[in-house]
């Protein structure tokens, strides 16, 4: 009798201590939409030159734009594991796309999943088939495809059909309609594989963009003089490496007409060895299509290799830059227009729930872009425009609408920033800093100066050669240490295009001593060494 009485008592204190805390549990919910290769170049609240992005810039209108937000290894797969344990990647291991992911560490979602957050994740993370600490998750497997995309879930994998932005969107959005548990606060990772290579639109969008014409950047005829080896041997110029069948969209067939016109179509490098157009690089996508979705393509496609065909032979190379810019920036863009539209959906979701009241949503990229700055495409390098990555933050009554701040912040510091925001102990090994004083407006509590950033993929697609270098607001120091020993400084406010290398110049004696030295102790503070360096190094 006592003994049930007791359990009655207990039951009801448990009972009565849940819901009190159901009830006061006002921590906020966090929405992180992140991009795959969304340059801030093409978001107009950085820069309206590009694209108009009036969904994204919402998040900017509301809250805070950072305009000096970078990536620790501007690579995907790391940029994520970086993001996830807000480690440097020599801490966290997966130093490359490549390196497998130990799922054994601590990831920021597992500490907000233990702290009674309901969380969930839908899109493209790029390693792993079961990311830790999530409730529910649909992920791509890799880079996932465009059309009619595969995804993997907890219990069963799925291939859906339509655009990959629409329905990484459709899901987010089904969830918070159905799955949602309205006793916890929500940590939602929305991430889209747009607008990573090879950029492919929605039918209507490839169709509007091919008619728009973009402008040309000052440098995109840059012959890399004043630079080391590194700019000079990366294999990520427009006009030499971008491929016609995969990333401009030219059909095998109109291929095989013109490389008998022009032989020279196939890429040969300095050493005699050549890059081949891969026909399944254009079948791929194109191959995934059903009837319906190819029939609407097929409009844009056949336009542009009427105009490939009849052009092509008659241009120099110059014009065939221009060309292939125009074509690059055209479907890029398109991608990133729908991001934006879908962005929209998710945003009027939460105004419209009246979600967004306690909701930090916070919009970034895995890593930023070249729109044809030095001739390129593609990430890799620590120059500014793979470097930076675009950050917008809004969480209403805390951060002012509206303001910008051009602290040095990096994606290291996303973790420790959700779980202050949370209320959750931040683990002592972090290595990044939280943003909520720059979030408050308390600018006076950030002493950062400068940043870190280690590169590592290399030999590997595009060449660009590792590097490591230390970045704060007027330089940036850089060592290309693997099969060759170089360093550049870049004068950042004389030199913002970042064309000449200052470091044999004896105006910067002074300078590259204090760097140097700088350098070490950010690496000695960070627990990275030229010894760790070399064990990641394969055979
Ligand atoms: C693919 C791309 C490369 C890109 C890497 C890494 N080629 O290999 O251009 O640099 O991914 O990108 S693709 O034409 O097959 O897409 S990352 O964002 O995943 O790191
Ligand atoms: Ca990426």
Redesign the pocket.
Known sequence: MRKSLKNIILVSFVFLSISCSFKTDNRPNILFIMS??HAYQAISAYDNRLIDTPNIDRIADDGILFSNASVTNS???PSRAVILTGKHSHINGKID?LAKFDDSQITFPQLFQKAGYQTAMFGKL?FGNNPKGFDDFLILPG?GSYINPLFLGKDKDTIINGHVTDIITDLTLNWFKSKRDESKPFLMMYLHKAP???WWPTPEKFAEFYEKKFPEPETLFDDYTNRGTAAKTAEMNILKHMQYM?DSKIRPETMEIMSEVEPKMIYTRDDGTTTTPSVE?FNGPYGRMNESQRRKYDITIDKINDDFKNNWPKMNDIEKMKWKYQRYMQDYLATISSVDDNVGRVLDYLEETGLDKNTIVVYTS?QGFYLGEHGWF?KRFIYDQSFKTPLLIKWPNVIKPGITNDELVQNLDYAQTFLEAAMIDIPDDMQGESLIPLLKGNSQEWTRDAVYYHYYEYPS??MAKRHYGIVNKDFKLVHFYFDVDEWELYDRLNDPNEMNNVYYDPNYKDVIEALTSELSDLRKKYKDSDELSRSFIYD
């Open positions: 795959d290769d690579i995907c797969a796309n790029h880079q990573h290579r090879p995969h690089r895995d593609d697609v595009h």
